[in-house]
């Protein structure tokens, strides 16, 4: 419990009426002196009560497209054995504070409320914590409280409704086997591993999990099943802020189509990040849990093709790389040597304007927005 500066303002002021009564003998100035002190004392037997109350929050969902409404449920419960007076609760979400009036409670009694969080920057948004704040009428002391603990929203890129490539499908070495990275589906057995959550228990592997005493299942990649890459340009020095968040955007787009199709999945950032899934609803959730979180790279000068997309190992299905050909057409030359790898390349290009660079062996698509762009993807594939 504290004054606040309106209440100290008060106590300054009655010190000095009541230290002026004494010195020049007015005793109207005493009067007031002595009023402003009560009043102040009366503040602080008020506030400093300690409030007796059960406190919750829950945010849903907690998993939102950016510009997409996302709602906090504040639960306050009585739990002294008297009446409990109103008082405030303050939230904090991000960089702003979200006020509640919680009104005056019976014994045992429960009130809801709900208000509405700020969903319009990408990211992992911290909710809380959460003040409970006691005030005096005239506002001349309060008493803050911390409950409650701090939750995490998060907000994932926005999306727009996008078609799967069909098309380009791993290649097989000469000798039948599949590439080293082929990701699990159906068909080869490429590996024993222990059991993770999410694999099918028709693929266990009795005979390894009674050896090794731990659940093993049977891992296999699917050589006939379209395989979807995007590289996303994540250099500091490539695109502007804005430019980049589009970019994010139209990555989120494609991923989260080619996913939903079943398709095996992978998102590769220029920084190294290296996401591969199998396709389906969990994959959706583990790439927009990425790109939730992905922010352009500060330092030293970086190359568009990162090392984990150059190794001779991976290969097959369809590269898309969203990046921007401002940087000229020698930003865009560490692509020709990934041509022979893929089915197809496509480069999509953001923000530069103008004619779109000229890459060999890749079809090139120019766009303004992520919209735009997802609607020239559309008209292709």
Same mark, same amino acid.
């Given at each position: 419990? @504290?004054? !606040? ?14 230290? *002026? ?6 005793? #109207? ?19 400093? &009560? ?15 497209? &950016?510009?997409?409404?996302? $709602? ?6 009585? #739990?002294?054995?008297?009446?409990? +007076? ?14 509640v /009036? ?18 319009? !920057? ?9 003040? $409970? ?31 799967? &490539?069909?098309?380009?499908? +791993? @290649? ?7 590439t ?15 059991? /993770? ?5 028709r ?25 979807f ?34 398709h ?23 790439? $927009? ?6 922010? /352009? ?12 997309l ?20 020698? *930003? ?6 990934? &041509? ?9 290009d ?16 120019g766009?303004?927005? *992520? ?11």
């Amino acid at each position: 419990m @504290r004054p !606040t500066a309106r209440g100290a303002a008060v106590l300054g002021v009655s010190v000095l009426l009541v230290a *002026a009564a004494e010195w020049a003998g007015y005793p #109207l100035f005493r009067v007031l002196g002595a009023i402003g002190l009560g009043a102040l004392l009366a503040a602080v037997a008020v506030t400093a &009560r300690g409030m007796r109350v059960a406190v919750s929050r829950v945010v849903y969902p907690d998993r939102v497209e &950016r510009g997409r409404p996302a $709602l906090a449920k504040l639960r306050v419960r009585n #739990l002294a054995g008297r009446p409990q +007076p109103g008082f405030a609760a303050w939230d904090h979400a991000g960089g702003s504070t979200r006020s509640v /009036q919680v009104r005056a409670l019976a014994e045992g009694a429960e009130a809801t409320y709900q208000y509405e969080l700020p969903t319009g !920057t990408r990211g992992l948004l911290a909710v809380g914590p959460l003040t $409970l704040l006691r005030a005096d009428p005239f506002g001349l002391a309060r008493n803050r409280h911390p409950a409650g603990e701090i939750a995490t929203l998060w907000v994932y890129p926005r999306t727009y409704p996008a078609r799967a &490539r069909t098309g380009g499908f +791993p @290649r097989h070495h000469h000798d039948g086997a599949t590439t080293d990275d082929s990701l699990r589906g159906s068909l080869d057995l490429r590996d024993v591993r222990e059991y /993770q959550p999410g694999d099918e228990v028709r693929h266990l592997h009795w005979k390894a999990t009674a050896r090794t005493g731990r659940m093993m299942v049977r891992d296999y990649a699917d050589p006939e099943q379209p395989r979807f890459t995007l590289l996303l340009d994540t250099r500091g020095d490539a695109l502007p802020p804005a430019v980049f968040e589009e970019a994010v955007d139209l990555a989120a787009s494609l991923l989260a189509a080619s996913a939903t199709a079943g398709h095996h999945s992978r998102l590769v950032t220029s920084g190294g990040a290296d996401l591969a899934t199998s396709g389906g609803p969990l994959a959706v959730r583990q790439l $927009l849990d990425e790109l939730c979180q992905v922010r /352009q790279d500060t330092g030293a000068e970086q190359a568009l093709v990162p090392g984990v997309l150059s190794a001779v190992r991976h290969r097959g299905g369809c590269l898309t790389v969203v990046t921007s050909g401002s940087g000229g057409p020698g *930003a865009l030359g560490g692509l020709a040597g990934l &041509r022979a790898r893929y089915s197809s390349v496509f480069v999509l290009d953001l923000g530069s304007g103008g004619v779109p660079p000229v890459v060999p062996g890749a079809r090139v698509l120019g766009a303004g927005s *992520a919209a735009d762009a997802v609607r020239r993807w559309n008209e292709v594939v």
